[in-house]
């Protein structure tokens, strides 16, 4: 590595070489809620640091260990968002977006947590984020797994499991959360630390535990399907229904249970085992009750996020390389005198032109150095203009990609030949 000012640990820089690939992943991405009728909303990347306590979680990793927290001049405690979810919770309170209505919400943008940096996992991150609020029935539940089977598709992404569970409503959880305790507390002196400092605060989390050690004693833990209550019973096999009818492939995992504690019925991650030890990709599912937590009327809602480095890795790894759009005509202008009035065309080109790219030979050279440039950028024809043709009040037309005679026209009808030569 240079010496000089470094970046932050975790915190990477996305280089030209590597826009495409997050470029076709954001394009599509945009194009799949817009299918599916979901508007675009964008929340701060500061919130106050109350509110990821009260929607994640106090004994979740994320407040205990991750998150980005700071005060600021006037004292007030803020975070640097780790999760987007909360912020379009707030967002939807605060500007009165409520009150019996119904919204379908899509925000992408970085998220930060101070995790220890790996291949997929960084302490900058970029999250797309979708959210259904108000919508309480499974039918949304099973539209929004289904909406992104159909993005896996849209990318050619094949090694993608989809994982199902539900962790029922508020009050069976807790009757299934203390019988998980005095299970856990049978077999307290074989936990480990992590787990029993969250058996005080939030159980659940130890079924997700990957220490090879506590395996078998997750095992052997109660279920909470086993616990569900009737109607959160009854959501759920309408949900499962509602998959196997569009013909999407899943799995039901009593484990899955999720990090945050604002989850409550259908939850769901799609996994991958083509990134190593990250292999959540996608994860969601509801919080019914996070909105009137947070100060806000009942509203029932679900809701996704989707870690952007990830998939772009999962699209490296298939090969998808996206076709980078070549300029349409490269200007070569040698010469000051036909670099000035050759920038001046290449301005009217793109006014008369709007649909076409047109690129100006920058930096200077002779033909020969310019010429290369223009075979390098892919265009499909160099526009010519040297001392000739200026005096001659002409330009010459010359193909790039195929054997075809060079053509001149005047200067003011160039935009005219351009898009007839373009159109062959």
């Known amino acids: 590595m240079t010496s000089g000012v470094q970046p932050i640990r975790g915190m990477n820089d996305v280089l030209p070489a590597d826009i495409g690939l997050w470029q076709h992943l954001e394009a599509t991405l945009r194009e799949l809620v817009a299918m599916y009728g979901y508007d675009e909303i964008r929340v701060p990347v500061v919130e106050h640091t109350e509110l990821f306590k009260r929607s994640i979680g106090e004994y979740t990793d994320i407040v205990e260990k991750e998150m980005y927290t700071f005060s600021d001049q ?69 539209e929004m797994i289904v909406m992104i089977g159909r993005l896996w598709r849209m990318l050619g992404v094949t090694r993608v499991r989809l994982q199902v569970n539900s962790l029922g409503t508020p009050a069976s959880r807790a009757a299934y959360r203390e019988e998980l ?52 019973r009854a959501h759920f096999a309408a949900l499962k229904s509602a998959l196997r009818a569009t013909g999407i492939d899943y799995t039901v995992n009593p484990r899955l249970v999720r990090g945050l504690d604002y989850y409550s019925r259908t939850v769901f991650e799609w996994t991958t085992d083509a990134l190593g030890a990250q292999d959540a990709v996608c994860s969601g599912g509801r919080y019914d009750g996070l909105i009137a937590q947070l100060g806000g009327e009942s509203t029932p809602a679900i809701g996704f996020a989707m870690g952007i480095e990830r998939v772009v890795e999962l699209l490296r790894g298939a090969g998808v390389v996206p076709v980078a759009r070549a300029p349409d005509v490269y200007i070569v202008a040698p010469g000051e005198r036909a670099a000035a009035a050759g920038l001046a065309l290449a301005e009217r080109l793109r006014e008369a032109l709007p649909q076409r790219r047109i690129a100006f030979g920058l930096g200077g050279g002779n033909f020969k150095a310019q010429f290369r440039r223009a075979d390098r950028s892919g265009a499909r024809l160099a526009l010519v203009l040297g001392d000739s043709e200026m005096d001659r009040g002409v330009v010459a037309i010359k193909h790039l990609r195929r054997d075809a005679e060079q053509i001149e026209c005047p200067v003011a009808e160039a935009h005219a030949r351009l898009a007839a030569v373009l159109e062959e």
């Open 74 to 142: 006037g004292g007030d405690s803020l975070t640097l968002r780790p999760e987007a979810t909360a912020g379009i919770a707030r967002a939807a309170i605060s500007n009165g977006l409520l009150r019996g209505q119904k919204h379908k919400l899509w925000c992408i943008g970085p998220m930060f947590r101070h995790e220890r940096p790996q291949k997929g996992r960084y302490r900058q991150f970029h999250q797309f984020d979708v959210e259904a609020l108000g919508y309480e029935g499974p039918d949304v539940d099973a």
């Open 181 to 232: 305790v005095r299970y856990f507390r049978g077999h307290e002196a074989a936990l480990d630390a992590d787990s029993r400092r969250r058996l005080g605060g939030n159980p659940l989390r130890i079924l997700d535990s990957k220490n090879p050690d506590m395996q078998a004693i997750v095992a052997g833990a109660p279920l909470i399907l086993d616990h569900l209550d009737p109607e959160s």
